[in-house]
């Protein structure tokens, strides 16, 4: 069985932080999860899921979309299984579910993922 989970979501005011984890659980990452890119996207109410961000198997090539650039990294401890978002500066325009997706090579697009966890909340009020 394959389990992506994400939590750290939640209600944070324009100007704050959050971090986001991803933990990664189940046979197939058990002892390959360094060899999977990840990702994380999100979907707003009335929109379609949108790329955020992705990092490879290593943690060494890092992509993002240009409406988080300079405020949000990404980063992944592959002894942990666990693949992080850090966001900061948010903006009320960051508010959506944000998922976490796993997938061979870098995930720069939904159909490119194997793998999705199941969405954490984030609200940004303004």
């Known amino acids: 069985q394959v389990q992506l989970v994400e939590s750290g979501g939640g209600l944070v005011q324009a100007g704050g932080s959050l971090r986001l984890s991803c933990a990664a659980s189940?046979?197939?990452?058990?002892?390959?999860?360094?060899?999977?890119?990840m990702g994380w996207f999100r979907q707003a109410p009335g929109k379609e899921r949108e790329f955020v961000s992705t990092?490879?198997?290593?943690?060494?090539?890092?992509y993002y979309t240009d409406s988080v650039k300079g405020r949000f990294t990404i980063s992944r401890d592959n002894a942990k299984n666990t693949v992080f978002l850090q966001m900061d500066s948010l903006k009320p325009e960051d508010t959506a579910v944000y998922y976490c997706a796993a997938g061979p090579r870098i995930i720069d697009r939904a159909v490119r993922a194997a793998y999705w966890g199941q969405g954490t909340q984030v609200t940004v009020s303004s």
């Open positions: 990092i490879d198997w290593s943690g060494g090539n890092t």
């Open positions: 189940g046979r197939t990452f058990s002892s390959t999860f360094s060899s999977y890119a």
